[in-house]
């Protein structure tokens, strides 16, 4: 073999090593599963989206952005429905670092950021006998919150979280923002909120037996 071939098969070689190399380091790289996520806000370690336990009744629900609404009914001074859009570009946006407490045993930490649920339902009107405010998710899930607990904990609908838009798999459009009460009150795919005088009425895991009051202990 001539010494010009001799150098040709061994930079040849020295490329195909590289390349294998650059192959095998490039899958060692963890993909990122949500693009733009952050783990840390001021100085707060946040969980990540990935840390969720998939515990929904009927599994992830895939909803239409062009075709959303949400619907405010019940006892309010009008029916009023929200595009997607709508809300994202009407209403004021706050953020807020709060921690989703499973009954399973296992928390998230998570900056969320979205619209003050009160923000929303005042563009209906609440009605003065209203006590009660019932949520309805996409897939048929429901609960129920106080609506004084509403307002003096400034409950927020959230549109993301870590800053990312809320995947499909944690409720997108909407998810309930419900500080200090577990997580089955956190109702997901919310697509109408009624205001209702009822304070009996029970939701989808409350009528199963767990509390209607939720306050994490």
């Given at each position: 073999?001539?010494?010009n071939?001799q150098?040709l098969?061994?930079?040849?070689l ?16 963890p ?7 952050i783990?840390?806000?001021e ?8 840390d ?15 075709t ?32 989703l407490?499973c ?11 979205g ?8 563009k ?6 209203s006590?009660?405010?019932i949520?309805y998710?996409?897939?048929g ?18 549109y ?7 995947p499909?798999?944690?409720?997108f ?16 795919w ?18 199963r ?9």
């Open positions: 073999m001539s010494k071939k150098i098969m061994g930079l040849l020295v490329f195909t090593t590289i390349f294998i190399g650059l192959g095998i380091y490039s899958q060692s790289i993909k990122q599963l949500y693009p733009g996520e783990l840390e806000y100085g707060q370690d946040l969980s990540s989206i990935n969720f336990r998939e515990n929904s009744i009927r599994g992830p629900q895939q909803i239409n952005k062009s959303y609404k949400l619907v405010i009914t019940g006892l309010v001074n009008q029916t009023i429905e929200f595009s997607y859009n709508e809300i994202i570009n009407n209403f004021q946006k706050y953020q807020k670092v709060t921690t407490n009954v399973e045993g296992w928390s998230v930490n998570i900056l969320w950021e619209f003050l649920l009160e923000d929303i339902l005042e209906a009107g609440i009605a003065s006998e006590e009660v405010v949520f998710a996409y897939d899930y429901s609960t129920s919150l106080p609506i004084d607990y509403i307002k003096n904990q400034e409950i927020m609908l959230a993301k979280m870590n800053d990312v838009i809320l499909a798999e944690r409720g459009p909407f998810q309930l923002v419900a500080e200090s009460k577990y997580g089955y009150k956190w109702i997901k919310i697509t109408e909120i009624e205001l209702s005088n009822d304070l009996s009425y029970k939701g989808y895991w409350e009528t037996g767990f509390s209607n009051d939720a306050s994490v202990k």
